[in-house]
Structures are given as structure tokens and as C-alpha cells.
């Protein structure tokens, strides 16, 4: 029978995973490997405080693990000596990782005999790092995709195992987008672990001239003002339409903005175009704000906010 690095090739679907995620994109992936092969363990991130209440909120790969009766385990830290026992203890072929929140540490990254692979959400060597649909959305980008690297110790500067790209659609924002990569990941996951087990892939170093970053956002990434360009603003306000939210200040109060789409129409920055729907002036065109959050409110429709602020065409904000 024949042996690719050591592993029955027929016994290949009997890998053992230990799987790396956090958030609702690393689900999709979570549920495809487990459908094709056993995976030890999951590995996410502490539930955190949310809401008001401040209530402790499990991670969306802790309650999907739980339905698919797998192990979860929440280290605070995997550079502690009992993250590292513990996962040779459970004694994995391989770690995939799908925005777990943590960097592998070296000794992690040499346990499983097959290494650590990780499916990150751009087609690297562009935006490594934190943000990369973010930043993908804020860039005006048109294309981008999911990349199965090869684990080092570096932010995603390991060898390329293989890669998927879709396109990016006018109407596309952050969460339709982060729903595409899971999509995508979930395809490309399973499958690229096979044939790399099988000895099928030969991993590719990228190329470090074309490497760009997407790194952390934070809070003061959304803040716009009208006096920038009008495509600049609903870019911006598609890439952070899941957290933080693109916002400015009207009457000295925050109002956070959704959803926008781009005029083309013409007039002095900040100014009140029309009322239905609200289209404000800014550099270059204008902005409709079709979904806004004001500061101590709900969400609401822009015509429903300039109509709370007794707006009428031709008032600056």
C-alpha cells in the first residue's frame, strides 16, 4: 500500500485534527473538517462580556463544537507550559487554524507530524496581518480569496499550500464578505489538508516584494468627515459595517453609518443634498447614508435621522 511522508495514504481521512478558531468565520471550516476527519480538540478564545449586562458570550466555534460533540479548551495564554502539554496530549497529526485571536508559538508549530496550516482570508502574500477583509473593503479591491499556508513563526509569512479567490461585488460589505470566506475556507480547507498529508503538495514561498499588511482596527479607523473623498468614506463604511462602524460627528454627536452608496453629484462638503434618501456632499460625489446609528439611539434609515434633526436640503452637517 503506499505511503505519502509516512502515513497510509488509505488512511488518510483518519487524520487527527486539533482545529484553531474563534469568531463565526472559522465555523463553516470547523464543520467540513469534521465531517472528513476526526478532530481532537477545539481550541478558541475565552467567552468574553457582551451586551449591556456585560453577560460572558461564548465564541461561535465553542457552541458549534458543542453540537458536534468535540472538546473545547479556552487557554488565556498557548505560551504557558500546560497550553503546550496539553496539545501533546492530544496528540494531533495536524493543527488547521482559521483566525483563532493567537500566534502559534515555535514549539506548538513542530508538535503535529504534518505541521500547523492555517487559512487565512486574503491571497497572500497581500494583506497579512489582523484585517485583512477590512482592508480588502476600504482598498476598493474587486477580487480577493482564501490562502491554506504552511504554519511558521512568522504573521502569515509561511509557504503557500494553496489558494481560492472570489470576487468582490459593488454591493459587498464586511459581513457579506467574511460569509464568503468561511464559504470558501470550508471548501478549501479539508481538501488542501488531504493533499497535503498525501504528499500531492508542493508548498510555495511567497513572494516577499509583493507582501502588504492589514493590521488591527481600531475604534478611530472609522472616523470620516465629508471634506474626504465621497468613495473613500463608502469603502471605508463597507469594510467596518461589522465592527466598529465608520462614523462622523453631526451637532457634535456621533452617528455611526451601516450602509451607504455612492452619487455621483456634486456640491459643498458636508452639505445636504436630498432628504429621501439622505444624500450628503462630500469630496469628489456624494454619500447616501442609508443605515446610521445616532449616538444614544437606534438604528434607523437616514431619512429617519435627518428628520430627527430637522435637516433640510441645503443645511451643512
Request: overall charge positive; aromatic content about 6%; proline content about 6%.
Given at each position: ?48 462580556p457582551?451586551?449591556?449586562k ?46 483563532y ?8 508549530l ?81 481538501e ?27 475604534k ?17 463604511i ?63 434609515d437616514?431619512?429617519s ?13
Open positions: 500500500m503506499a505511503v505519502a511522508n509516512g502515513l497510509t495514504i488509505a488512511k488518510v481521512n483518519r487524520l487527527r485534527i486539533l482545529y484553531m478558531g474563534t469568531p463565526g468565520i472559522a465555523v463553516a471550516p470547523l464543520r467540513a473538517l469534521a465531517r472528513r476527519y476526526d478532530v481532537a480538540g477545539v481550541f478558541c478564545r475565552p467567552d468574553k457582551a451586551g449591556r456585560r453577560e460572558l458570550k461564548p465564541p461561535a466555534t465553542k457552541i458549534a463544537a458543542a453540537q458536534l460533540s468535540i472538546r473545547v479548551f479556552q487557554p488565556e495564554s498557548l505560551k504557558s507550559s500546560a497550553s503546550l502539554e496539553l496539545i501533546e496530549s492530544l496528540a494531533p497529526d495536524l493543527i488547521a487554524v482559521m483566525a485571536g493567537q500566534i502559534l508559538p515555535k514549539d506548538i513542530s508538535i503535529p507530524k504534518y505541521g500547523c496550516i492555517n487559512a487565512h482570508a486574503s491571497l497572500l502574500p497581500k494583506y497579512r496581518g489582523a484585517a485583512p477583509v477590512q482592508y480588502a473593503l476600504m482598498n476598493g479591491d474587486v477580487v480577493t480569496g482564501v490562502t491554506i499556508i504552511r504554519m511558521d513563526e512568522g504573521i502569515d509569512t509561511g509557504e503557500i499550500l494553496s489558494a481560492a479567490e472570489f470576487a468582490i461585488a459593488d454591493e459587498d460589505d464586511a459581513v457579506s464578505v467574511f460569509s464568503k470566506v468561511s464559504e470558501t475556507a470550508a471548501d478549501l480547507l479539508p488542501t489538508t488531504e493533499l497535503w498529508a498525501k504528499g500531492k503538495i508542493t508548498a510555495v514561498k511567497q513572494d516577499e516584494d509583493s507582501a502588504s499588511y492589514a493590521p488591527m482596527i481600531k478611530e479607523t472609522g472616523r470620516f468627515s465629508f471634506s474626504e473623498d465621497a468613495r473613500v468614506i463608502h469603502n471605508r463597507r469594510g467596518l459595517c461589522a465592527w466598529p462602524a465608520a462614523y462622523f460627528e453631526a451637532r457634535g454627536k456621533i452617528v455611526k453609518v451601516f450602509k451607504s452608496a455612492y452619487v455621483p453629484e456634486r456640491g459643498s462638503e458636508g452639505e445636504v443634498l436630498s432628504l429621501k434618501p439622505l444624500t450628503v456632499a462630500a469630496s469628489g460625489g456624494a454619500l447616501a447614508l442609508i443605515d446610521v446609528l445616532p449616538a444614544s439611539g437606534k438604528r434607523m437616514g431619512t435621522f435627518a428628520a430627527g434633526l430637522r435637516l433640510k436640503k441645503g443645511d451643512i452637517l
